[in-house]
């Protein structure tokens, strides 16, 4: 079985700072992992995944992840937030290690970004 | 760029009574997947379906939900009977290359 946690369901930042959302991961096999953005009213976009090639993943709009299988996380960063970033966040885990097996989602984390 | 579409967008329904939500896959994939979202929940898997059966189920999934895929390009979610409960946004996906691409959502309400 796999799980995910995304340890704060809300994130404010200021234009221009950086963006840390913070997921961690349980899974059975060796995971792919995604990070999936949802716009208001609209559907869910793939910002990025890894499945087991680099650690470090770059994704669209500016925003990486790094796997880290000693602490079972997969952190979304983004240097210098933008005002178009402001969304919910999801951290998404796929069974059995394929990214065609269901995917179990986080609970999600809305981004803020003020002026 | 080829995208999931589905219809409608909004689906206000009476209790107990029948529902079909509809979904266009992106033409060339092979997997397809139903996922709900409970207002203040988390995106959960229904189900998914490859070479014309279901593939996995949740146990969400139950005998008041069927789906199908009628005509090669379609991809339903039949509700027989619904429930106050059953009111969601419900998410279709399809796969290919190591990306689940979702469609917009329809947005189900059952008074």
């Known amino acids: 079985a796999q799980s995910v946690t995304q340890l704060d369901s809300h994130v404010s930042v200021s234009e221009g700072t950086p963006v840390l959302l913070r997921c961690n991961y349980s899974s059975s096999y060796s995971p792919s992992l995604f990070w999936y953005v949802q716009h208001p009213n609209k559907g869910l976009q793939l910002l990025l995944k890894y499945t087991s090639a680099a650690t470090l993943v770059k994704g669209i709009n500016g925003f990486e992840a790094e796997f880290k299988k000693s602490e079972t996380s997969f952190h979304l960063t983004k240097p210098s937030a933008h005002m178009s970033d402001a969304a919910e966040y999801f951290c998404v885990v796929s069974a059995g290690g394929t990214s065609y097996g269901k995917l179990t989602f986080g609970q999600g984390t809305i981004l803020t970004v003020h002026p | ?111």
């Open chain 2, 1 to 111: 760029e080829p995208e999931v579409t589905q219809t409608p967008s909004h689906q206000v329904t009476q209790m107990g009574q029948e529902v079909i939500l509809r979904c266009v896959p992106i033409s060339n994939h092979l997997y397809f997947y139903w996922y709900r979202q409970i207002l203040g929940q988390k995106v959960e898997f229904l189900v998914s379906f490859y070479n014309n059966e279901i593939s996995e189920k949740s146990e969400i999934f139950d005998d008041q939900f069927s789906v199908e895929r009628p005509d090669g390009s379609n991809f339903t979610l039949k509700i027989r009977s619904t429930k106050l409960e059953d009111s969601a946004m419900y998410f279709c996906a399809s796969y290919r290359a190591n990306e689940q691409f979702f469609g917009p959502g329809t947005r189900l309400t059952v008074l």
